[in-house]
């Protein structure tokens, strides 16, 4: 079987039954948010915060391998994180494994979507393209 590998890593992941708190905390999210890229091997860039009225926060920090982003509903004590690296050099297992932890969260799901896929043998970039022109649709649940 020949390998393949990807550009990216791309962890969709949701925290529950996380600290009220700590989820509504701009101070403590940002904080969190920035040692989790550090802590990953990541070089940050930059970062934007902002706290809802009454409740929630949601940031993103921008770092040289892509992204790293959280909205948080502390009245669910839930959590939304993308945690998007690309590179060899970058884990974000090690972020997810640390805002877990930050966040107090009890329960998680987590997927990991491997981006631009290439084939390691020839080095190029493995796709099925859609015709742009074409329509998408989506099912609503």
């Known amino acids: 079987m020949e390998k393949i590998s990807s550009l990216g890593r791309h ?7 996380c600290d009220t ?14 040692k989790a890229a550090e802590l990953s091997g990541a070089t940050v860039i930059n970062d934007t915060f902002h706290h809802f ?7 993103v920090v921008v770092i040289a391998e892509s992204h790293l982003a ?5 009245e669910h004590k839930f ?7 690309c590179g060899d050099d970058v884990d974000p297992w090690i972020g997810f494994n640390y805002l877990k932890d930050v966040l107090k969260s009890k329960y998680f799901t987590v997927m990991e979507m491997r981006r631009g896929l290439i084939d390691a043998k020839e080095g190029k970039l493995l796709f099925k393209p859609v015709k ?4 998408i649709t989506t099912n609503k649940i």
């Open 21 to 34: 708190e700590v989820l509504d905390s701009v101070e403590e999210i940002r904080n969190a948010m920035v």
């Open 11 to 17: 962890l969709l992941v949701e925290y529950y039954d």
């Open 79 to 85: 959590a939304a994180v993308d945690l998007f690296t």
């Open 70 to 74: 959280i909205h948080t509903w502390p």
């Open 132 to 135: 742009a022109e074409e329509k």
């Open 53 to 59: 009225s009454p409740f929630g926060v949601s940031g």
